[in-house]
């Protein structure tokens, strides 16, 4: 079972709409990131947030340490903003001291013109 | 543009082969992160190296080990390969395992026939 969970899995919408990606977690974490995967593989961090607020442009981020949850906004959608969208949790040290992300499943996001 | 480079792009082994991996991080960048990611799935944690001792290690078996050098440059090497490790492979590099803002490679997609 996999430990963080995002929804919806796919989301299609129209140009100029507003997006929500929900991601939740299980245990507890020293921080999550948010990271965006296009076709081909490459990785662009976005955020990582420890707490509270984030925003980058037409990107907000947002966490609820108490309730594990995050999510992220994309306000005015445009076509290229279509792209995976994944969010990562860090749990703090393992064994010796790693800080490895474990990875939701992504949220495949299309916005059509 | 994320200064990490991973090579090759593409990779076609079979069954029972070694192979290895490359992945050329920024100057300064101390600490790489190596990730799998089988179709359709998250990224699952390998391992990670800290200024060239691995620093913990995720649910794989010993048969991927890895390797950091001074010049910041990494290697990922995976022994008796199967077919369940065809996927692409993700490195991730940032001056220290805490870092906010991770930088990751574009990928070496490994097919395992």
């Known amino acids: 079972k996999n430990e963080v969970e995002q929804s919806p899995q796919n989301l299609t919408a129209q140009e100029g709409e507003f997006i929500t990606i929900n991601c939740s977690y299980s245990?507890?974490?020293?921080?999550l990131h948010w990271l965006q995967q296009h076709p081909g593989g490459g990785i662009v961090s976005l955020f990582m947030?420890?707490?509270g607020k984030k925003k980058h442009g037409r990107l907000i981020a947002t966490i609820n340490i108490q309730e594990k949850h995050s999510s992220l906004h994309i306000t005015a959608s445009h076509p290229r903003d279509s792209a995976v969208y994944i969010c990562?949790?860090?749990?703090?040290?393992?064994?010796?001291?790693?800080?490895?992300?474990?990875f939701g499943k992504g949220t495949h996001l299309i916005i059509q013109p | 543009e994320t200064g990490v480079t991973q090579s090759p792009t593409h990779l076609i082994k079979t069954r029972g082969q070694q192979v290895t991996l490359r992945c050329s991080s920024q100057s300064g960048h101390n600490t790489v992160s190596w990730y799998q990611q089988a179709l359709g799935q998250g990224p699952q944690f390998i391992f990670q190296y800290y200024r060239e001792e691995e620093n913990g290690r995720g649910n794989f078996p010993p048969r991927f080990s890895g390797l950091q050098f001074p010049n910041y440059s990494s290697e990922l090497n995976v022994n008796a390969l199967e077919l369940d490790d065809s996927a692409l492979y993700l490195c991730a590099s940032s001056p220290h395992p805490r870092d906010e803002k991770l930088f990751f490679g574009s990928g070496t997609q490994l097919s395992v026939l």
């Open positions: 245990v507890g974490i020293s921080a």
């Open positions: 947030l420890s707490s």
């Open positions: 990562a949790d860090r749990r703090g040290s393992m064994g010796g001291g790693a800080d490895g992300l474990t």
